[in-house]
């Protein structure tokens, strides 16, 4: 169990470029989480998947961003067009195939975007 | 949605004290987890406890479901402890976090 990674760490960007952010979950792990966390908040839910499926997106999840996990495996956050409240922590979390609907999430590091 | 409620906001401790931390929320919940975020941003899983009461080393938690409240006590607190702590709760899959509550243990 080598944990949930996430890459980069750190992104600064100018306002209007696109960024793109990958998270890898743990290996047996087939639900996949992105949150939002901005300074002195707590993490805000963004999108979830259930192996390659998109299931759940929140509100907060702008047409600028879209979240991909295209085999089930890791998964990618990209932000078009990034604007300086897009600033944040971005989190990626992953939990275990388990019965029922709720479960433990194990989080990333995150990654700390700047926009200019 | 839920909504979750933690405090003290902000509790400093020497060294060696005890502490409770409180989470409430809104709403039947289940899924309850307590997070631990050190200086570096990493959000470490303490407890996953939708109800009932766990213990692991100096740290605690306690939630009562019925009563839509969780509790987390933090023993012979050391500086290491420092912090933020998150309470978390879910119906389904999007967990809504709490404010939080930043410890700071003095030596």
């Known amino acids: 169990d080598t944990g949930v990674s996430q890459d980069p760490r750190h992104k600064i960007t100018k306002r209007g470029q696109n960024v793109t952010f990958r998270c890898d979950p743990i290996?047996?792990?087939?639900?996949l989480y992105w949150y939002r966390q901005t300074l002195g908040q707590g993490p805000e839910f963004l999108t979830y998947?259930?192996?390659?499926?998109?299931?759940?997106k929140s509100r907060l999840l702008s047409d600028r961003f879209s979240a991909e996990r295209p085999k089930g495996s890791f998964s990618t956050l990209e932000i078009q067009r990034t604007e300086q409240g897009d600033s944040a922590m971005y989190l990626c979390?992953?939990?275990?195939?388990?019965?029922?609907?709720?479960?433990?999430?194990?989080f990333g590091p995150g990654t700390r975007l700047t926009v200019l | 949605g839920i909504q979750v409620e933690q405090s003290p906001p902000d509790l400093i401790l020497q060294e060696g004290a005890n502490s409770t931390l409180r989470c409430n929320f809104s709403?039947?919940?289940?899924?309850l987890q307590w997070f631990h975020q050190n200086p570096w941003g990493q959000l470490i899983n303490l407890f996953y406890?939708?109800?009932g009461t766990k213990q692991n080393g100096r740290l605690s938690a306690t939630t009562v479901a019925t009563e839509r409240y969780s509790l987390l006590y933090i023993s012979s607190s050391q500086t290491t402890d420092s912090g933020v702590y998150f309470c978390?709760?879910?119906?389904?899959?999007?967990?809504?976090f709490g404010a939080g509550t930043r410890l700071t243990v003095k030596p």
């Open positions: 406890i939708p109800s």
């Open positions: 709403d039947s919940v289940n899924n």
């Open positions: 998947f259930q192996n390659e499926a998109q299931l759940e």
């Open positions: 978390a709760v879910a119906i389904f899959r999007d967990m809504r």
């Open positions: 979390a992953s939990s275990p195939r388990r019965p029922g609907i709720s479960d433990t999430q194990y």
């Open positions: 290996s047996e792990h087939n639900r």
